[in-house]
RNA sequence: GGAGAGAUGGCAGAGUGGUCGAAUGCGGCGGUCUUGAAAACCGUUGUCCGGGCGACUGGACCAGGGGUUCGAAUCCCUUUCUCUCCGCCA
């Protein structure tokens, strides 16, 4: 959620930033402007006449202490029209509030600069490669033939247990996720975060904090019974952690990691794009995420995309990172990072991790701040995450780049982790 | 799941209808003293929303929501959470 004060200070700035991720602005700025001076004007009157019932109600008390009753009673009388009026009014600051968040919650991030204008994932921008080179297409078997080849991954017993979408991982296949996961999280300590293990429900406010709702609303699946949501996503809870916080400066930077399974509904996504693990509605992943000083946040980006990069190259994957153009961006980032490894098998470029800063979009809803040691003043902080990384992808890639004359050679890296070098 | 108790400022903890944004202690910050520090003493100490160029000023906030009352931290209802006991259970 973008802050009010930007919008009241700079409202032309806004409606112009946000073009470029394709928001047509004008209209609900319009409106966000208006209700917000219709706001304030209704706050200040009903101020006035609160403050005016506080010195009745206080004259009143006097007044029966020093046994004026009949004055008292007098004094009563008037506060019945006042009372009417400040329900009335404190109602239509109720609806006027709640009007003014509706509409601002509407508003996605705005870019930073550097974001490219573009419409679709084809005006995004590759600012960097690397990997070794891409084997020819077509030299190695796609995931799902290989894994059902060698029994590694179980989708049909997934659908029998569950559904589309959740695959059984069996044997080498299982230690292959568990050793994959470990890796990470040992990867991303060594880099200095803090690793948590989160609750993998969430209440409607902690979805709500991070921007799950109410944009993606039924993304998720929904516990109605308990109103739970399964998280899609360690950022949710992890960020949450730090809501509601105003933290010291000295505490910052925040760097923490997660693993968590993660759950998405994925309505309306079928065909071949979501063949084998391309996209499930269970699927493990480590999560990094990131509390920072306004003045630091780039430079954290940064250091969590070096910090992926470092993973892919230690996996032996090509790989390449781009700049999301403000079309394909997503609603709550100001600069995200897509990274993408190239199957050869599949022939196309795999989204296995996206990084991204929020600014203060996030820290917003959350009323997650630091105190600036300058002012006193509890400040908005920024929040980052990125994946770090999501596994489904990385063992495709794995799969399909790592063939050998019909094997499956481990990188070196997973070695230790799996206790085995081939499947 | 059943019975009972409770939720107050950064923390501990008073306050059971009026002048209470809230005693007191601890902590934090500033100062006096000191070569420096500690101790002692003095002062200060939340957040959010309005109004004002500003000094300043109005309002809200005692878990959340609703109600009673001229007036609620205090009374009533409700939700959530915590604790104790019982039941169940990995």
């Known amino acids: 959620m973008l802050t009010l004060k930007l919008i009241q200070e700079n409202p032309e700035l806004v409606v112009e ?8 602005a004008r209209e609900i700025m319009k409106e966000i402007t208006e209700t917000d001076k219709r706001r304030r004007e209704t706050q200040h009157r009903l101020d006035m006449l609160q403050a005016e019932m506080n010195t009745l109600a206080k004259e009143i008390g006097i007044l029966f202490k020093s046994g004026q009753k009949e004055k008292a009673e007098e004094n009563k009388v008037r506060t019945i029209t006042l009372k009417d009026d400040i329900q009335q009014l404190g109602n239509e600051l109720n609806e006027l509030e709640k009007s003014l968040n509706d509409k601002l919650v509407i508003l996605p991030n705005i870019p930073h600069e550097s974001v490219p204008a573009g419409k679709s ?52 296949g299982a230690r292959l996720q568990s050793g994959l996961i470990r890796f990470f999280l040992d990867e991303a300590v060594n880099a200095g975060f803090t690793e948590i293990m989160p609750p993998l429900m969430v209440n409607a406010e902690s979805a ?20 739970l949501y399964l998280i899609p996503t360690a950022e949710v809870p992890l960020t949450n952690i730090y809501r509601d916080m105003v933290l010291a400066e000295e505490e910052l930077p925040v760097k923490i990691t997660g693993y968590t399974p993660c759950f998405r509904r994925e309505a309306g996504s079928y065909g071949k794009d979501v063949r084998g693990l391309n996209r499930l509605h269970q699927f493990d992943k480590v999560e990094i995420v990131c509390i920072t000083h306004p003045d630091k946040s780039y430079a954290m980006l940064e250091e969590m995309v070096n910090h992926v990069a470092g993973l892919l190259d230690k ?22 990072y897509d990274f993408e490894v190239y199957s050869s098998a599949q022939d196309k470029w795999l989204e296995v991790s996206s990084v991204s800063n929020f600014e203060t979009f996030q820290s917003n809803r959350l009323k997650l701040r630091f105190r600036d040691p300058e002012t006193k003043k509890p400040r908005m902080a920024h929040t980052l995450n990125g994946s770090a990384l999501a596994l489904p992808r990385i063992v495709a890639a794995l799969i399909e780049n790592h063939q050998h004359n019909g094997e499956f050679i481990l990188p070196e890296a997973l070695h230790a982790y799996t206790g085995f070098k081939s499947i």
């Open 315 to 336: 996996l032996e994957l090509t790989w390449r990172v781009v700049k999301l153009c403000g079309g394909d961006m997503s609603f709550t980032s100001a600069l995200t």
């Open 121 to 172: 994932a084809h005006d995004n921008i590759t600012i960097r490669t690397g990997g070794p080179a891409a084997r020819k297409a077509g030299e190695t078997l796609p995931h799902w033939e290989f894994t059902q080849k060698t029994g590694i991954i179980d989708f049909e017993t997934g659908v029998k247990l569950t559904g589309a979408g959740f695959p059984v991982y069996k044997g080498k």
């Open 17 to 24: 930033k946000l073009t470029k991720k394709n928001f047509d």
């Open 208 to 227: 709500f904090a991070t921007g799950q709702l109410p944009d993606k609303d039924g993304q998720m699946y929904h516990a109605t019974e308990d109103n």
